[in-house]
């Protein structure tokens, strides 16, 4: 079994190094990256509590007073939204003896009150009150001595609720600007969220953000969409920080392009920038979450992990205000999903494949291809520099 002092001497010494030989020299992490258990809970403790991850949708949270508690990288953390209109993210605790304060979604509720023994607090994590704090019969109805909730960083983006759980990473603009830089020509802002859908790959997180970041498979893995998507057009990824872009150029929105998945007749992002027509574009954003931005939709998708080899890898289906609830067009949304269920199943099998292979001993970070797996090699070292920081 390998042990935590086995995976830092994987993380030690030349690790970093060895991702910049030149790529034909250059090695992968090793299996023990994608299969054990004390890495997996490693990168929990560095990895997703150093980075900006994503916790959750605004959209989910409409009103003041809704609180939604969620797991994050193993944590239990409450996202509420403020009387001012602000979305705050709290350690899911109680300061008082230590029990988990929320297990259920509240909509617009005043305060959370702690299950033990009552104590109060606002949706900006201040205390309001303890219930016989004095003694029996006496209350402290004030809970003006500074206690609070556990905050975390938050930042919103869009619809997306970001956090950093050590609170330590660069500042979330600095994080994401090169994505923003990416989609600019986009305006996201009449994006609105029609669907949500899970997928359970088989396989170790990494390789399902691989496996996105990877458009050479697409003529084996994907026939159908091999058969739109011109050849001619396809890139390997580019890196801007630590996050992967690719773009695709498609000949038509119509039927029978690469078009189809870009929301095939729903209506245009109002403001879209006419040299965005025919174009996609696509952004692994560090660590565990892409996005694909189409001139008609939008897909945001998570990929959770979940153990060594299983990832539960979430997609929600944006497409223009109005175009995202109309009844008229619940069928040709529900097809456009549907598309996508059939090519994420395509891609779990190849995945699964990858996770079978790297229980074979000989792999040992793989012989790359110079045209098509610098991307990995750039995830990879972001990966490790960021767990050895
Ligand atoms: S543990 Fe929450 S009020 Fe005591
Ligand atoms: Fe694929």
């Known amino acids: 079994m390998t ?21 034909e020299e250059a090695r ?6 994608f ?17 900006w991850v994503f916790a959750g949708l605004a959209s989910d949270m409409p009103d003041p007073g809704d609180v939604r508690p969620v797991d994050v990288a193993g944590r239990p953390i409450i996202l509420t939204h403020g009387r001012a209109e602000e979305i705050n993210a709290f350690h899911n605790v109680c300061p008082h003896r230590g029990a988990r304060l929320v297990v259920e979604n509240l909509d617009g509720s005043a305060m ?19 219930p016989h704090f004095h003694k029996p019969d006496c209350h402290d109805n004030r809970g003006d001595d500074n206690v609070s909730l556990f905050p975390v960083r938050c930042e919103v983006w869009h619809d997306w609720i970001f956090i950093n759980l050590d609170g330590k ?17 986009y ?22 953000v691989e496996n996105y970041c990877d458009f050479y498979h697409v003529f084996m893995v994907h026939p159908a969409l091999h058969r739109t998507m011109t050849k001619e057009a396809r890139k390997s990824m580019i890196t801007m920080g630590r996050h992967l872009m ?21 209506q245009t992002i109002p403001g879209l920038k006419p040299e965005n027509t025919n174009r996609s574009c696509y952004s692994a954003v560090f660590p565990n979450v892409a996005i694909n931005v189409y001139p008609t939709a939008v897909q945001f998708v998570l990929f959770e992990p979940v153990a060594a080899d299983r990832t539960r890898m979430h997609m929600w289906f944006y497409f223009v205000d109005g175009d995202h609830d109309n009844p008229d067009l619940a069928d040709l949304r529900n097809n456009l999903c549907d598309e996508w269920d059939a090519l994420n199943l395509e891609d779990e099998g190849i995945c699964r494949r990858l996770q079978e292979g790297r229980l074979c001993d000989a ?20 990966l490790v520099e960021v767990m050895t920081a």
């Open 112 to 130: 959370m009150t702690c299950p033990y023994h009552a104590w109060t607090y606002a949706m900006d994590g201040k205390l309001k009150a303890r």
């Open 169 to 185: 990473a660069e500042p979330f603009d600095e994080h994401i600007a090169p994505v923003a830089a990416w989609f600019d020509g």
């Open 363 to 382: 792999y040992d970070g793989g012989r790359l291809a110079p045209y098509w797996d610098k991307g990995t090699i750039h995830f990879h070292k972001q």
């Open 3 to 23: 042990t935590l002092t086995d995976i830092r001497q994987v993380l030690a010494g030349d690790a970093l190094a060895k991702f910049d030989l030149p790529i």
């Open 246 to 266: 690719n773009e695709y150029w498609f000949e038509a929105t119509g039927r029978g392009g690469e078009g189809d998945k870009s929301g095939y007749g729903m």
């Open 187 to 208: 305006p996201l802002e009449p994006m609105r969220c029609a669907e949500h859908r899970v997928y359970t790959f088989e396989c170790n997180w990494k390789l399902a």
């Open 35 to 51: 299969t054990s258990q004390a890495y997996f809970d490693l990168e929990r403790k560095t990895l997703f509590a150093r980075t």
């Open 28 to 33: 992968g992490l090793p299996n023990d990256a």
